[in-house]
């Protein structure tokens, strides 16, 4: 079973509209954290916002923020007032306590979104 | 400016030939990672290391060997029994062992690999 699913392969959105790419992910582990990385046409993965199992209160970072719903399992991340540079591959990946303690240390990825911002 | 940097940017390699990407991080972290990227997919861990002379296998290491002989490098070469090489490497470090659940992984520009 895939542990993070991005069931949006593509989305269109008009500039200056909020946009919530979604995220849903599968753990047995009740410490991890979820993170958002941009993955503009250059290559990079650039880190948005990062939201860790036990914080009460919902990241936000500047026009990102992460609607976390814990029982459902789901770190959607919303970009509001979008703009022309916001195209790019969206990725929401987690990291598991137990899976960093014993086993491979790195970050478990989505298969992405990529966004596209229409003027 | 601190940074990971990746060499080269695009790399072309003949069937049954061994190929070395380069990784270099002057941020002084002690983990670093090896990620494969896939057109439509998501990164795969291929080899992690966490300290100096010390590395483990991912996800997907068959056909990928590694070194981790200074802090601030770790080659990643790409042996012919590797099936299907061409992909996107991604090399990604970060500050600590992977033992805090918040520390985030900080990204090269990446190597596109082509097998000819």
């Known amino acids: 079973a895939q542990k993070i699913t991005q069931t949006q392969p593509g989305m269109f959105v008009q500039e200056k509209e909020a946009v919530t790419l979604d995220c849903t992910y599968d753990?047995?582990?009740?410490?991890?954290?979820l993170f958002w990385y941009k993955q503009p046409s250059s290559g990079e993965m650039i880190f948005l916002i990062y939201q860790g199992s036990y914080d009460q209160q919902n990241a936000t970072e500047g026009r990102y923020s992460l609607n976390f719903q814990k029982a459902r399992k789901s770190a959607n991340l919303v970009i509001s007032a979008s703009q022309l540079g916001d195209s790019a591959m969206y990725f929401c990946?987690?990291?598991?306590?137990?899976?960093?303690?014993?086993?491979?240390?790195?970050?478990?990825f989505g298969k992405g979104t990529h966004l596209i911002i229409q003027p | 400016d601190g940074g990971i940097t990746q060499s080269p940017k695009y790399l072309f390699r003949k069937e049954g030939q061994n190929v070395t990407l380069s990784c270099e991080q002057n941020l002084n972290h002690d983990a670093m990672y090896w990620y494969r990227q896939d057109p439509g997919q998501g990164l795969r861990l291929i080899y992690y290391s966490q300290i100096v002379n010390d590395f483990q296998k991912g996800d997907i290491a068959e056909g990928y060997s590694v070194s981790r002989e200074k802090k601030e490098s770790f080659p990643l070469t790409v042996t012919s029994a590797q099936k299907n090489p061409t992909a996107f490497y991604l090399c990604?470090?970060?500050?600590?062992?992977?033992?805090?659940?918040?520390?985030?992984?900080?990204f090269g520009q990446g190597t596109r690999l082509t097998v000819v």
């Open positions: 990946a987690m990291r598991e306590l137990m899976y960093s303690g014993g086993g491979a240390d790195g970050l478990t």
């Open positions: 753990t047995s582990d009740p410490s991890y954290g």
């Open positions: 990604a470090s970060s500050r600590d062992r992977g033992l805090s659940l918040r520390t985030e992984a900080f």
